[in-house]
């Protein structure tokens, strides 16, 4: 294949956004259509590699994978390698059995996997603090390597017309499938290969094009392509959903670019400059570095990072993209050095390692005797409860013995953290934590005030992580008057942005220690506490941060949250009697 250097331009202009958007640069806040751009770019790249040998008749599978190994494998090894140290002496028990699931994952290619099945989401807070997170993208990308050769293989005798068609099939059905997707579930959608998939199968259609008519010149299509991806890079946001249709607009502006930026076109001479050029060659490196480095700062720092330094550790991810693309990519991809042999069997020993690590650390449950005894790890974690709490369909209810003065709990995993504080230190207050929708279709639900009178339902409790955006909060409360029905909406809450800090810290140092809750989280409170009547809402920041400052150990240096959202043990000893000698708790549950 031509060596093209404006794809390798094109690269640079993938990564550099992706980089700026993860370091939190505003201005950069569709910088994550980088990866769409990199997905284009490979399924153009390894599809015009795969059209030349198998019209040539030198095309072999384990040589296929021999040169994605050689490519791929060596600089994420070592990256993930000099991860562990240092996700063993800074993350919390709870952080760092994550990472080891990651380490499984993305040695066997499949961390978007792990995400999705999570829950994982990419905008969520918790994401930044996760070093392997980007590896969802690698995954997504061997998951196509490892099938589309071996359909191309078995579907090439139809003929390189059909095949083609065939390939637009799918990239229209994989196109639709995103579509469909990012409306039932964003997360997931984010992360799944099907949603994906078409985004690579257009770098694919381009290859099949320009392999029959050439890399065509004309100024103004390429410009359009070069357009439509700053465009994106610059106006979209984490609002857009993604992929969607909306991700046409960079993969099309790629594939504008991959067909018609001749060497002597405007795009591509700027492309084609050493700047891009040279950040394009390291851009994998780049790629496998910033995040982890972004995420073991974040980690280690209290507080969020300061312009300067994240301008250092953006300035340190091109130091040692440099230095990982001349003494371990380049080194490996060159045969003489390096055999076949050598490279699937250091490849099989270092697969092995990391699961092994990975599984050790995920078993362990994040290796919690670093920091803790075991009695202290059992009331610091979030994960570990004393009671369990079932939730119940409404419909379910009365076949549980509900008595005539009760409380029903309603709303997501906040919900649950009450029904733990009541179960604990209440246990003769009878309750049900009911199964619910989104705050917006459980609350503004016309038959909820009915069906809960009908149950001789005394009180309500919401309670919900996004808090309280919707507009029937005064109805809701008017309705359940008139039926006699108290509500309460429990404020979110929020232990900070990171926690992680306090693995560093010696048990005699972690005593009755706070810290700024997220200004997200407590502009939430802020809105609801302005929206809903006060003897209405209680709120966590303000009954327990007057100074700005949320409480995260207690005085025996437990932890009151692990995952800086929902009760530990601890948690809930530490929040429980102020929470329940509220006045307008106790309304709610003394009500008869």
Not at 83 to 112: H, K, R, Y
Request: aromatic share 14%.
């Amino acid at each position: 294949m031509k060596y093209r250097p404006e794809i390798d331009g094109l690269r640079a202009l993938a990564v550099i956004p992706v980089i700026l958007f993860h370091a939190g640069f505003e201005l950069f806040r569709g910088g994550f259509v980088g990866v769409d751009v990199f997905f284009v770019i490979s399924g153009y790249l390894i599809t015009t590699i795969l059209i030349d040998d198998l019209e040539n008749k030198r095309f072999s599978i384990i040589n296929f994978y021999e040169r994605r190994a050689r490519r791929i494998l060596p600089a994420l090894f070592f990256v993930m390698l000099l991860c562990i140290p240092f996700a063993w002496m800074w993350m919390l028990p709870d952080a760092l059995e994550n990472f080891g699931q990651s380490l499984v994952s993305t040695s066997l290619f499949s961390n978007n996997i792990l995400l999705m099945l999570t829950s994982a989401d990419y905008w969520e807070l918790k994401a930044v603090y996760k070093p392997l997170l980007h590896t969802w993208s690698l995954a997504v990308e061997e998951q196509y390597y490892i099938i589309f050769p071996i359909f191309l293989l078995f579907a090439w005798r139809l003929g390189k017309s059909r095949v083609f068609w065939i390939v637009v099939f799918m990239a229209v059905i994989s196109l639709l499938f995103s579509e469909y997707g990012w409306r039932k579930d964003v997360a997931a959608n984010f992360y799944f290969s099907p949603s994906r998939m078409w985004e690579l199968l257009a770098g694919s259609i381009a290859a099949f094009i320009a392999h029959h008519k050439g890399v065509q010149k004309n100024n103004f299509l390429a410009l359009v392509g070069l357009a439509a991806i700053i465009f994106s890079i610059f106006i979209y946001d984490e609002e857009i959903p993604f992929p969607s249709l909306y991700t046409i607009v960079p993969v099309f502006g790629v594939v504008l670019l991959v067909l018609y930026a001749d060497k002597n076109t405007f795009a591509a001479k700027i492309l084609s400059t050493k700047v891009f050029v040279g950040t394009g060659l390291i851009s994998y490196s780049l790629y496998l570095w910033h995040q982890p480095i972004l995420a073991f700062a974040r980690i280690y720092q209290r507080e969020p990072l300061s312009d300067i330094g994240t301008y250092a550790i953006v300035l340190l991810t091109f130091l040692l993209a440099i230095f990982t693309w001349k003494f371990v990519e380049s080194p490996f991809r060159n045969k003489a050095r390096f055999s076949s042999a050598r490279i699937f069997g250091l490849s099989s020993c270092m697969i092995i390692i990391f699961i092994s690590i990975g599984l050790y650390l995920d078993r362990s449950n994040g290796a919690p005797s670093r920091m803790f005894t075991n009695d202290a790890y059992q009331r610091s974690s979030h994960e570990i409860k004393i009671t369990k709490v079932e939730r119940i369909a409404i419909e379910q209810v009365e076949n549980h013995n509900v008595n005539n003065s009760h409380i029903f709990i309603m709303g997501d995993s906040f919900a649950q953290d009450i029904a733990y504080l009541l179960s604990y230190h209440k246990p003769t207050i009878k309750f049900t934590l009911l199964e619910s929708k989104s705050a917006i279709e459980t609350i503004c639900d016309s038959e909820l005030v009915y069906k809960i009178k009908r149950l001789n339902g005394s009180s309500i409790i919401f309670a919900y992580d996004e808090g309280f955006d919707v507009p029937c909060i005064n109805t809701v409360i008017g309705s359940a008057e008139k039926k006699d029905i108290k509500v309460m909406f429990v404020g979110t809450k929020q232990f900070g942005s990171n926690m992680n800090w306090l693995a560093r810290l010696q048990l005699n140092e972690r005593m009755s220690l706070c810290q700024a809750p997220s200004s997200k989280k407590v502009d939430v409170d802020l809105r609801d506490s302005d929206a809903i009547p006060q003897e209405n809402y209680f709120s966590f920041f303000r009954t327990f941060s007057d100074t700005g400052c949320f409480p995260v150990t207690n005085s025996e240096g437990e932890l009151l949250s692990s995952d800086r959202q929902h009760f530990t043990i601890a948690g809930v000893e530490y929040f429980a009697n102020i929470f329940l000698r509220n006045h307008k708790i106790k309304s709610v549950l003394e009500k008869k």
